[in-house]
């Protein structure tokens, strides 16, 4: 829509691309704009299923060198180390058993000792078992220790471009924690 006083005119010239276009949008009718952009959409879905990976296991036509196995990313013990941040385990009972259980996240700036003890690979699922030693970060408020054995579950998640694991479910197997005493307070006079 053309300008038509000397104002709009002027303020037309002003106006970057991307502004007309929005004006040119806005006098589409409804029905145009939500067939376009379903149509769009609808484009956009069935262009998508091209980039997602088979789901077939094979069938047995195959040569062994490219084998579906091979097709998945391998959980290595770095993915483990750095995946285990921000998962969580309930139910961790305290040593001695005198205090309430806690439910316990790992965070990346704990210090932990991780052990893989058992690894069982179903295609595109994964239990491992994983020995911890962790302890809280040295500014938490309460400074616990934990120790033991947790089960975490994994699955091969498809994102629109990655395949990545990620944990799904974790049990708690052997983890029991224990309250570590305050460091004294420091005198800042001295």
């Given at each position: ?51 997602a ?31 285990i941040?921000?998962a ?15 439910s ?5 700036e ?28 040295s ?7 934990l120790a ?43």
């Amino acid at each position: 829509m053309q300008a038509t006083n000397a104002k709009d005119m002027r303020i037309d010239e002003f106006l970057p691309l991307t502004m007309r276009s929005i004006r040119h949008v806005r006098n589409v009718p409804r029905a145009t704009f939500l067939l376009s952009s379903f149509l769009g959409l609808a484009l956009l879905l069935a262009c998508s299923f091209g980039c997602a990976p088979s789901s077939s296991q094979g069938d047995g036509k195959q040569s062994g060198s490219a084998s579906a196995s091979n097709d998945l990313p391998e959980l290595t013990e770095e993915m483990i180390h750095e995946r285990i941040n921000d998962a969580g385990v309930r139910e961790v009972p305290e040593e001695n058993g005198a205090a309430e259980p806690i439910s316990w996240s790992f965070d990346e700036e704990e210090p932990k000792e991780i052990t893989v003890v058992e690894k069982q690979m179903e295609g595109e699922r994964a239990t491992i078992v994983l020995d911890i030693k962790t302890s809280s970060a040295s500014n938490a408020r309460n400074q616990r220790y934990l120790a033991g054995q947790i089960r975490t579950m994994w699955e091969l998640k498809t994102g629109w471009a990655l395949r990545k694991w990620e944990i799904v479910r974790t049990e708690n197997i052997s983890m029991k924690y224990r309250n570590l005493p305050k460091p004294p307070a420091q005198n800042s006079n001295r």
